[in-house]
T-cell receptor
Framework: QQQVKQSPQSLIVQKGGISIINCAYENTAFDYFPWYQQFPGKGPALLIAIRPDVSEKKEGRFTISFNKSAKQFSLHIMDSQPGDSATYFCAASGSNYKLTFGKGTLLTVNP | GAVVSQHPSWVICKSGTSVKIECRSLDFQATTMFWYRQFPKQSLMLMATSNEGSKATYEQGVEKDKFLINHASLTLSTLTVTSAHPEDSSFYIC???????????FGSGTRLTVV
């Protein structure tokens, strides 16, 4: 059972455009929702994270939107740059601290 | 910020031998460490969770006798792949959580190739 569903699998955006990646979860016990960026051959790096008590969090060009009733959250990358080209993973965890990852989205930003 | 150092970054070993991967939290005490496995173009799959001083908890389907995890101190966890076979070739990644809520930091990963 996949507890965190992520879409799309791949995304191509022009430089300066907005990249949007969506995730949906099933387990209502999840209370921490991070997004990770991973470059080839490297470990994931935390981009931004949100808890369900807020509906939006912004850090620089990255914004998480969170819809608790719909059990969905999304990552928006504003002014996308070629250096943002990477694989992005959403994840969720609860009180056991275990992260459940989405399947990932390969983002390509064309110059 | 929190830093997790993982070594080696890549290793090639012969089939039947054992390989040890180290994961160290450099500037914080990691009460819990996690080990993941990632195949090419796939997501991270949790293998096991380890708490300092206690036995690791393995996810379903992960052979605990093959993937030995030791978390002897608050800053070091090791994963030993015993009697490695080509199908064990993968990217192994550790992460560490400190005492602050949900503070996960990932290591840079280890590419294991078994020939």
């Amino acid at each position: 059972q996949q507890q965190v569903k992520q879409s799309p699998q791949s995304l191509i955006v022009q430089k300066g455009g907005i990249s949007i990646i969506n995730c949906a979860y099933e387990n209502t016990a999840f209370d921490y929702f991070p997004w990770y960026q991973q470059f080839p051959g490297k470990g994931p790096a935390l981009l931004i994270a949100i808890r369900p008590d807020v509906s939006e969090k912004k850090e620089g060009r990255f914004t998480i939107s969170f819809n608790k009733s719909a059990k969905q959250f999304s990552l928006h990358i504003m002014d996308s740059q070629p250096g943002d080209s990477a694989t992005y993973f959403c994840a969720a965890s609860g009180s056991n601290y275990k992260l459940t990852f989405g399947k990932g989205t390969l983002l390509t930003v064309n110059p | 910020g929190a830093v997790v150092s993982q070594h080696p970054s890549w290793v090639i070993c012969k089939s039947g031998t054992s390989v040890k991967i180290e994961c160290r939290s450099l500037d914080f005490q990691a009460t819990t460490m996690f080990w993941y496995r990632q195949f090419p173009k796939q997501s991270l799959m949790l293998m096991a969770t380890s708490n300092e001083g206690s036995k690791a908890t393995y996810e379903q389907g992960v052979e605990k006798d093959k993937f030995l995890i030791n978390h002897a101190s608050l800053t070091l966890s090791t994963l030993t792949v015993t009697s490695a076979h080509p199908e064990d070739s993968s990217f192994y990644i550790c992460s560490a959580a400190g005492t602050s809520n949900y503070g996960y930091t990932f290591g840079s990963g280890t590419r294991l190739t078994v020939v």
